[in-house]
Every structure is written in C-alpha cells, then in structure tokens.
C-alpha cells in the first residue's frame, strides 16, 4: 500500500469524521487503502465499510476484513449501490479526489508527462473514452474551453489551434509526440503548463467534476442523523463546488429572483470546517503530492 498511495490528510480526515466505533462508513475512493485501513482500526466488530474505486487496480490492496465491502464503480452510484447491498444510511462518507500515485507512477497510464506512453488518463479501464480520442476528435472551439475551464490554460485558444492543426499530420496518441506536436506554443515553465494541460484532459476524460456533483447531491440522502462528509480536494475546480455544496446546497451561487421574497429553504448539511483543513509542513515535506490538498467536513443538519 504504501508504495502505491500515500494517504493525505489520515488523521485530520479520520478526526473529523468522528467516527463511531459500530457505525458504517463509506471510502469513496479506496486507492492504494491508506484512509480505510486507519479507519477500520477506529471501528469496533460491528463496524463496516463500504469501499468504492472504479479502478481495478485497487482491488489488489484489499485488507482480509470480513468488515469491509468493496464495490468496483465510480462514486457517482453511491446511492444506487448501497441500496444493492441494503444499506440504508451510513455514519460517515470520505472522499479523497486525487490522483493515486500508483496511477501517476504507472507508464502506461498515460497520466504523468515524466514518461512517453499512451495518451490514455482513464481510471476506470473499462470505458472507451481515452485522452487521445479528445485530441484526435474534439473540434477547436471544444478544446479551448475544455483547456480555459479545466486547465486554466493561459493561451488555450492558441493551444487549441495548435493541436488542430498538429492532428492533420500528427497522431498525438503517445504523450512524448503530443508535446513535442505543441511544444511551440508553449507558456511559461513547460512543466507547470503541461501539469494545466494534463490536468485538464483528465478531468474531461474521467468527468471528474461531474462525478463529484452528482456523489455531493447524495450525500444528505444515504447519511444518518449527525453523520458526516469528509472530502479532500486537489485543485480551486473541486474545493469550490465542495465548499458551496456543504454552505448552500447547490454548487453556484444562488441569487433570488424576487428580492422581497424571502426563502426559508432548509439546509441540506452544518459546516463543521469554516475554512479549509491544509497539510502541515511536516506532511508536504514527507509528502509534497499534499501540498494543494484540503480538506472540507461537514454534518447532515438537524432538520434532515
């Protein structure tokens, strides 16, 4: 486990999920193990877990704990699945959205620029969109937005551009023959800018920011009274819709059609965290993959 995953955040995550020693709690993303493994030394016989990755790579660190269920999907079915296996709220929901440094670390992957390999960025092998299918097949237009929302890519029209027009002679599958197809066009440090760019055809390849807001909304429904979220975010894309989810419930802000009109909506979860939990120096020196970490907790509120 350790070589495939450093857990991030372990203590502050578990700590804030105040965790029950009989509840049932569910890792959204069991990765490498790290956060489920500390969990289940916090629960009790009776305790559960319930694991979610829809990469099939993680099911190779499962611990022998007749405790723990893991279920090999994407945690946008959160709800769908614990329903399957009658489970009908949990104590605790954590979710630690960054990339593993298994997958990082593998090749073949295709998710770190250190390596040439297949542009390839899925997490879940099963499905068919690749990287490389964004950059042969997306038109101009899709490509600059896709790079200015996800990447905030400073030249994202010219990149897209660029990357039309390298196609026509290009295959732009490997990640050594993408860079150097673009490299002209290059801003900046070459290695923070195409961190934004890889960043970015990630995000779109696994629809990262999809799968978070649908996993958010289901939230509220599958905890128990006075359960509690932990999520741990990775860039200003995720902590945003994080942060205005546990706040508001919803993931822009909200302005009031009739401004006489007072809504009495109730909210959908307490903020426990009013600003973000960050790693100490300790940990990003141990661990400098932490160092954009932060952690958001929140408590389904009262009137659920």
Known sequence: ??????PVLLEE????????PEGVYV?????????????????G?????????????????????ERVLFVPQNFR???????FHKIMGVDGILADLGVSSHQFDEAERGFSTRFDGALDMRMDQRQALKASDILSGYGELELHKLFERYGEVTNARTLAKKI???????????????????????????RKYFA?????LRIEVNDELGALKEMLEQVPGALNAEGRVAVITFHSLEDRLV???????????VEDVNPFERRQEAPLLTVITKKPILPTDEETRRNPRSRSAKLRVAEKATTQ
Do not use: W
Not at 1 to 6: A, D, F, G, I, P
């Open 243 to 253: 942060k205005n989810f546990f706040k508001k419930g919803a993931f822009e802000e």
């Open 45 to 65: 016989p009776g305790g559960r877990l319930v694991a979610f990755d829809q990469d099939q790579a993680a099911a190779e660190n499962l611990p022998s704990d």
């Open 164 to 190: 039309v027009e390298a196609r026509r002679t290009n295959s732009l599958s490997t990640i050594t023959g993408f860079m150097q197809a673009v490299s002209s066009v290059v801003k900046g440090n070459p």
């Open 196 to 200: 934004q760019v890889f960043q970015a």
């Open 1 to 6: 486990m350790s070589e495939y995953h450093v």
């Open 27 to 43: 890792d959204c993303t069991f990765g490498g193990g790290g956060h489920s493994r500390a969990l289940l030394e916090r629960l």
């Open 77 to 83: 079915h959160l709800s769908r699945f614990l329903r």
């Open 13 to 20: 995550a578990l700590n804030g999920l105040a965790i029950r």
